[in-house]
């Protein structure tokens, strides 16, 4: 089976964003036509500042709670790769009803519009965030609990509109859940950047980084490429059981707030050797936040073909030096 996308027009949605703007960059490098569509409410213009140039890409600035501008992003689009969303937990808890109108009914624009033009598929960005309470280990994707916040329950949301629309009126969706993303482009400024790239940054710095908790909570860190592939495999897959249903994307592997800030330290020696010496600070738990998170990611193995190609280690081994140059 095709593993890449080639020669088609895909529209990406949050196309300025961090996994939006690889997806972009992938999909150009590989002779498609792209079609961004990008409020740069989080994303930003240097992201894909270096494909404007290209013939074969088209930036919308536009807003997904907008159906006109959505409507018009989708104009003679076969695939869809919806990421635009408002990302965190922690932004949700503290604005839910903006979080809602992006995630909810900007995402209902986007099938929607995507549905009218009878795209070939519809592939979005659902979250791990939706196993909410269920405490089984590893996850699975029919085992989820109840949702730990506003964000959890925009995505799943997502999730029951992508199934409902695909029943009733034949559209193919593919959700693909993420766990925990990292990799270049991903902002290690404000209030909401994710862990990875806020160690990184601090250390570089040479802050203490601040660890939420006792640092032994898990994630199941996922490098950008092994995104990259899986959103091409659900846009190609011809196999009618792979459609039409949710995945768990991730490398399937645990690893401690602790450890991770131990193996960051590792990869920056060689940059810096006196960040040796640097310890984080251990502040308050952060309300909403899941213990421990670990995906079986057996369906997508089998289903699609996904073989994710980087571990924890090789991800940020690659994305080390793109950090270095953004923080120095
Ligand atoms: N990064 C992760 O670890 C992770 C994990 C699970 C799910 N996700 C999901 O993946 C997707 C991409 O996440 P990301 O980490 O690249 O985040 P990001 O914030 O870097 O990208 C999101 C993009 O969407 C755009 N956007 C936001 N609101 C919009 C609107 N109203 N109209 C048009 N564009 C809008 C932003 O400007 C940004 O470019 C999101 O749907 C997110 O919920 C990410």
Known sequence: MKQSLTHSTVLVTGGAGFIGSNLCETLLAQDNQVVCLDNFSTGKR??????????????????????????????????????AALGSVNRSVKDPQTTNEVNITGFLNVLQAAKNEK????????????????????????????PLSPYAITKYVNELYAQVFSDLYGIETIGLRYFNVFGKRQQPNGEYAAVIPKFISALIQQKQPTINGDGEQ???FTYIANVLQAN?????TTNPAAINTVY???????????????????????????IQNTQPHYGQ???????????????AKKLLGYAPTHNLQQGLAEAMSWYWDLCN
């Open 232 to 236: 091409q495999l659900a846009a190609l």
């Open 119 to 146: 795209v070939r598929r519809f592939v979005y960005a659902a979250s791990s965030s939706t196993y909410g309470n269920h405490p089984a280990l590893p996850k699975t994707e029919d085992k989820i609990g109840k």
């Open 248 to 274: 768990n994307i991730a490398y399937g592997e645990a690893t401690s707030l602790n450890q991770l800030f131990r193996q960051i330290k590792q990869h920056l020696l060689p940059y810096n050797a006196s």
């Open 218 to 220: 898990t994630r199941d």
């Open 46 to 83: 240097e992201n894909i500042l270096p494909l404007l140039a290209s013939k074969n890409f088209r930036l919308i600035e536009g807003d997904i709670r907008n159906f006109e501008h959505c409507q018009q992003a989708v104009e003679g689009v076969e695939y869809v790769l919806h990421q």
């Open 285 to 299: 738990p952060r309300i909403g936040d899941i213990h421990h998170s670990l995906a079986s990611i057996d369906k």
